[in-house]
């Protein structure tokens, strides 16, 4: 089950379980865009089924290839991180990030900021709300509680 899913997850622009992924330099190249770095572990099922409903559904990977350059951080492989004055394993990263829960996500902005997180499992309608939410810089504006008010005021 997990090939299939690392096989379509490949077609995002992605660093997939690199080796050493420097979240640096993919800020830098993230003009317009966000680093998405999806924090998970091996045999995690809500991992699993985040990247098997979420990151596998047509319409958001539209969203995620064209707004979004992806980190794929399993905490059980190998490899470093390189994040401004961390230098370590993914594992020492997501503690140093205090993410003790999986899986999570962390945007990260063009200036090499994290602008938010999200902790557990998110269906793919509330992950796409969420992704808009980062993808639009509302979170420049407004909370993600009020970005979710202002969209059912919106409906009515």
Do not use: W
């Not at 050493?20 to 099922?45: G, Q, R, W, Y």
């Not at 997180?117 to 639009?136: A, C, D, P, Q």
Request: glycine residues 4%; aromatic residues 14%; neutral net charge.
């Amino acid at each position: 089950m997990m090939m299939k899913i690392v096989f379509f997850i490949i077609g995002f622009t992605l660093t997939l379980n690199a080796q050493d992924i420097n979240l640096d330099k993919l800020s830098k190249e993230a003009v317009n865009k966000h680093v998405l770095v999806f924090f998970h572990m091996t045999h995690c099922p809500y991992c699993e089924k985040m990247l098997e409903k979420s990151f596998n559904d047509p319409v958001l990977k539209k969203v995620l290839n064209k707004n979004f350059i992806i980190a794929d951080i399993n905490i059980n492989t190998g490899g470093k991180i390189k994040y401004k004055d961390f230098e370590g394993s993914k594992y020492n990263f997501s503690e140093a990030q205090n993410i003790h829960f999986y899986p999570t996500v962390l945007f990260i902005n063009d200036e090499n900021k994290i602008v938010y997180s999200v902790k557990g499992y998110r269906n793919k309608e509330k992950f796409s709300t969420i992704l808009n939410y980062i993808k639009s810089n509302s979170y420049v504006e407004m909370s993600y509680d009020g970005y979710l008010d202002d969209l059912e005021f919106n409906k009515e």
